[in-house]
């Protein structure tokens, strides 16, 4: 069914153009004609150019791929397939997570201190005068949230890796918020990763995006949690 959007943004991870059918998928003009109409239609910003442009659902056009028995599987087809595939499955395990994702009552921070402290001594078998922020942090998520549990689901999917580094993102940012502490949750989740941080950042805020926007029900659930409407 066609439609017409005027608005500003095309998300290309999520739409392909019809030369991008031709350039990408390797798809014939005959081919490109047999998926059927296109799911956008957009005006052309370029000036003179009057040529509406017209974008395709890289999941439906996925989907009519492995339908068509005469397309060849050449290897960057494949490739394609297999990616989107992955990705959709990260973003539907990881919003899963986050949805089972609960933070149990906690004692004034006063009181957490010396717990802090005796648990970082087990974790690092050093004795700390006074209680790290990390310690603090990976203290409330052992010990006060189902984190532990949630994580060892994980082992269970191959997509386990990608799932633990941004879900661990999303506990400690939430465990920050409500201890009311503004910092950035990358370094405290993931502090060996430091060359990674600037693309771990970018990465989060698209799966969030993504999940927003494929997951069914996803995105009520997240204008009913503070954490999600402050980094819209």
């Not at 040529?51 to 397309?71: F, G, H, K, S």
């Not at 957490?112 to 409330?140: N, R, W």
Request: with cysteine.
């Amino acid at each position: 069914m066609k439609k017409s959007d005027r608005q500003d943004r095309i998300d290309l991870n999520q739409y392909v153009t019809r030369t991008g059918l031709i350039k990408e998928y390797k798809l014939t003009r005959e081919q490109v004609q047999a998926l059927g109409e296109p799911d956008l239609i957009r005006p052309n910003i370029q000036p003179y150019n009057t040529t509406n442009i017209y974008l395709y659902e890289r999941a439906r056009v996925l989907r009519w791929i492995e339908e068509q028995p005469d397309i060849p599987r050449n290897g960057e087809t494949a490739q394609h397939i297999a990616d989107s595939y992955r990705k959709t499955r990260v973003i539907h395990l990881l919003a899963d997570l986050i949805k089972q994702f609960t933070i149990h009552p906690l004692p004034p921070l006063g009181e957490m201190e010396q717990e802090v402290v005796l648990f970082a001594y087990h974790q690092e078998g050093k004795v700390q005068k006074k209680a790290p922020l990390t310690g603090l942090i990976a203290l409330i998520r052992h010990s006060y949230t189902n984190y532990n549990e949630l994580i060892e689901s994980l082992n269970k999917t191959t997509e386990s890796a990608e799932l633990y580094k941004y879900f661990k993102i999303y506990v400690c940012q939430c465990i920050l918020e409500v201890l009311g502490l503004k910092y950035d949750a990358v370094p405290i989740a993931l502090p060996e990763m430091r060359d990674e941080w600037p693309d771990l950042r970018k990465n989060y805020k698209t799966l969030y995006a993504q999940m927003q926007s494929d997951v069914p029900g996803f995105s009520q659930f997240c204008n009913n949690h503070s954490f999600f409407r402050s980094n819209k």
